[in-house]
């Protein structure tokens, strides 16, 4: 693990590894209590972020006083770029999916038992919808 991600994991709430290079953890720029944010390092020591609530990354790192700089890999203005890879794998999206997933079971449930959904639970299901399709097109799905 490079130096600046060690930095930026370090200032996280609840991170957990989840592979060589990557991370899940919760969004300092909401209200998050359980991880909705997948961290990962690429090749060439770029930091990768994302936010499944739709947080900024220009937000992420300004939660934690940060700049988007400490994300980059200090290189030479005329170094070479490599090929760009898929920023995060299945298992990180579906990790921060699952309390998604959960949500709009329990909606469900209580939908087909006829129970009467507040505006606030409908919204949120509609906001856990979203997140969840944000993470498909995340895996290229």
Same mark, same amino acid.
């Given at each position: 693990?490079?130096?600046?991600?060690?930095?930026?994991?370090?200032?996280?709430?609840?991170?957990?590894?989840?592979?060589?290079?990557?991370?899940?953890?919760? +969004?300092?720029?909401? =209200?998050?209590?359980?991880?909705?944010?997948?961290?990962?390092?690429? @090749?060439? !020591?770029?930091? *990768?972020?994302?936010?499944?609530?739709?947080?900024?990354?220009?937000?992420?790192?300004?939660?934690?006083?940060?700049?988007?700089?400490?994300?980059?890999?200090?290189?030479?203005?005329?170094?070479?770029?490599?090929?760009?890879?898929?920023?995060?794998?299945?298992?990180?999206?579906?990790? +921060?999916?699952?309390? =998604?997933?959960?949500?709009?079971?329990?909606?469900?449930?209580?939908? @087909?038992? !006829?129970?009467? *959904?507040?505006?606030?639970?409908?919204?949120?299901?509609?906001?856990?919808?979203?997140?969840?399709?944000?993470?498909?097109?995340?895996?290229?799905?």
């Amino acid at each position: 693990m490079s130096n600046k991600l060690d930095n930026f994991v370090s200032r996280l709430q609840k991170a957990k590894r989840t592979g060589t290079d990557s991370w899940i953890a919760c +969004c300092p720029a909401h =209200d998050d209590k359980s991880p909705s944010m997948t961290i990962r390092e690429v @090749d060439e !020591g770029k930091i *990768l972020v994302h936010c499944f609530a739709e947080c900024s990354v220009e937000n992420i790192v300004g939660a934690l006083g940060l700049s988007l700089s400490d994300l980059m890999p200090d290189r030479a203005p005329d170094e070479v770029r490599k090929p760009r890879r898929m920023p995060f794998n299945a298992a990180d999206v579906l990790a +921060c999916s699952k309390s =998604d997933a959960s949500l709009i079971y329990v909606v469900m449930c209580d939908i @087909d038992k !006829g129970v009467q *959904l507040t505006q606030e639970q409908i919204t949120s299901a509609k906001k856990a919808a979203g997140r969840i399709y944000s993470a498909a097109q995340m895996g290229g799905q």
